[in-house]
């Protein structure tokens, strides 16, 4: 299905399809979505800027490395099903291309997780090398994507580590509430380590700030805290709270194939157009950057 035939079944206006076409560039880039704190819209943001991506025709592979499998089902694949995932991958050290799995939405891919993956951490202590097995796995198959997103657990372990070792940048998903700038600093402070040790070339792709509320002054407080400290690490796009971004992982569907015309649907588009203009992936003029709501 193209943009184009997306735009019809969704009821957008045409003047959409021609904002957010792009120009497709040659190039694989992994980034990892983490952070420690739950509930801040990791999964959320994994696979509705997939889903973007995806839909502006550039391959992108979705790889689930949360037991809890959350961005498996957000996609539409129940993980009870599921009888490879990652975390075969990385344990048995099976090729990723045997457990690929097509989604619903056009050029979007999807390794799926397994509750099975809280035991890797324990499997991999022993193991030579054991913050690069996602790496592995991932080398293997990036030249097939444009884009590879690794949606990490909540937590700083062995399985998240690897991701970060893994990727080229990271997003740091961070919610407009005062606790969760909590911990933001142990997570800036791991990413350094990985960088020291494990992968020099990792990079932060981006804070970005997520259920925001505008009626509330703390989250107008956060934002500020946030671009006042973080300046030019912060994305331009902030995603709103959105009833429709809320329930759309309860059928099984991104926000794009629920809902395309939702505040949370034009957020992400806008996030991906955002990256792809940082990462000169797109020719959209200055003035068609962002999609107003």
Do not use: W
Not at 35 to 41: A, F, T
Not at 117 to 122: Q, R, T
Not at 155 to 174: F, K
Not at 178 to 200: D, H, M
């Amino acid at each position: 299905m193209t943009l184009l035939l997306l735009c019809l079944v969704h009821h957008l206006p045409v003047e959409y399809e021609i904002q957010i076409a792009t120009v497709i560039v040659d190039m694989s880039k992994v980034i990892a979505i983490a952070n420690q704190k739950g509930g801040v819209g990791k999964t959320t943001t994994a696979i509705n800027l997939a889903a973007g991506l995806a839909v502006l025709e550039h391959k992108t592979l979705l790889i689930d490395a949360d037991p809890q499998a959350n961005a498996t089902s957000g996609v539409g694949v129940d993980p009870k099903h599921v009888k490879t995932s990652i975390y075969e991958c990385i344990i048995d050290e099976v090729p990723p291309r045997q457990i690929v799995i097509e989604t619903s939405t056009p050029h979007l891919h999807l390794i799926p997780a397994h509750i099975d993956l809280v035991g890797a951490e324990i499997e991999m202590i022993n193991l030579p090398n054991r913050e690069m097995m996602m790496r592995k796995v991932i080398d293997d198959i990036k030249e097939d994507y444009d884009f590879v997103l690794i949606d990490c657990s909540p937590s700083l372990g062995l399985v998240t580590v690897n991701a970060l070792t893994a990727a080229d940048s990271v997003i740091i998903p961070v919610q407009c509430e005062y606790f969760a700038l909590e911990g933001l600093g142990k997570l800036l402070n791991t990413i350094k380590i990985v960088q020291s040790r494990l992968n020099p070339k990792l990079e932060i792709e981006g804070i970005l700030l997520t259920m925001y509320d505008s009626r509330l002054r703390l989250a107008n407080q956060v934002v500020e805290e946030v671009r006042m400290h973080f300046q030019d690490m912060v994305f331009d796009t902030i995603v709103y709270r959105n009833i429709k971004l809320g329930e759309a992982p309860s059928f099984g569907e991104t926000i794009i194939m629920h809902d395309a015309q939702s505040r949370g649907s034009i957020n992400h588009l806008n996030l991906a157009r955002e990256i792809l203009q940082k990462n000169g992936m797109t020719k959209v003029s200055e003035k068609d950057k962002k999609i107003n709501i």
